[in-house]
């Protein structure tokens, strides 16, 4: 079986991490020693819209929404439709460059304050059995490939650079090049993500695919899902029904 996961929101909750990088980038200051104290001085009402809209974004670029609304009161984002239209009216220089900034910031905070950095990552409790399954491993994520593979080392979790793709705006043709090299082999491909617009993007691919239901996610995405039938798995369900499939290809 070739099992594809994404990273943050299954395997890790990395969202403080995210919030911190991106308000350090944004306001263009020093790569943060003790990132507590840059979480004590981000307002509490600016924490809460970041969190909410953290639940819609699928890359590094979308981390600029919340710096953008946060002085525009007029405008309301309460479903992910809002996020995408609004996102697309950002000048694409603003969210390059924005992108750019976080990404340098990103790299320097984990070279200079790796404890720091890792300790603003933690393993979603039961995942790193998914690790120890011995099927083809693969990640597929919008964070960046020295980030996941550093976590990864930090928690003694093993999987191939080569298998690692990071960085991706979108996941469409990683997913196809493996769903390709799976049909090949004559195996069984699953996709897990949190996202649920990427898990829709997998299942029109035509590949099995599961919705982490123990990531980042709002009610109308509950309320999406259960009209699709799309079931949100708990951690014990993916590696049950890992253990299933494994058991249907022997």
């Known amino acids: 079986m070739f099992l594809c996961l994404d990273f943050d929101g299954v395997v890790v909750d990395g969202v403080d991490e995210c919030l911190i990088v991106s308000w350090v980038a944004w306001h263009k200051q020093k790569t943060p020693k003790d990132p507590k104290t840059v979480l004590k001085k981000i307002p509490t009402s600016f924490k809460q819209m970041f969190r909410l809209y953290r639940n819609y974004a699928r890359y590094d670029g979308h981390f600029i929404v919340p710096y953008i609304l946060k002085n525009n009161a007029k405008i309301a984002i309460e479903k992910q439709l809002d996020f995408q239209d609004f996102f697309s009216t950002i000048d694409k220089e603003t969210v390059d460059n924005f992108?750019?900034?976080?990404?340098?910031?990103?790299?320097?905070?984990?070279?200079?304050?790796?404890?720091?950095?890792?300790?603003?990552?933690?393993l979603y409790s039961g995942i790193e059995a998914v690790f120890g399954s011995n099927q083809q491993l693969f990640i597929v994520s919008g964070k960046d490939k020295e980030s996941i593979c550093a976590i990864c080392d930090e928690n003694k979790i093993s999987i191939s650079p080569e298998n690692v793709f990071g960085g991706l705006k979108s996941k469409v043709e990683v997913l196809k090049l493996l769903y390709k090299q799976a049909n090949e082999q004559k195996v069984l491909m699953v996709f897990c993500d949190d996202n649920l617009l990427n898990v829709?993007?997998?299942?029109?691919?035509?590949i099995s695919t599961i919705w982490a239901g123990w990531g980042y996610k709002t009610q109308e995405h509950l309320d999406t899902a259960k009209n699709k039938s799309i079931d949100a798995y708990t951690v014990p369900e993916l590696l049950k029904s890992?253990?299933?499939?494994?058991?249907c290809e022997q």
């Open 99 to 122: 992108t750019t900034i976080f990404q340098k910031t990103r790299q320097q905070f984990r070279d200079e304050n790796p404890n720091a950095w890792f300790g603003l990552h933690s």
């Open 242 to 247: 890992i253990e299933k499939i494994r058991f």
């Open 200 to 206: 829709l993007e997998s299942k029109s691919l035509g």
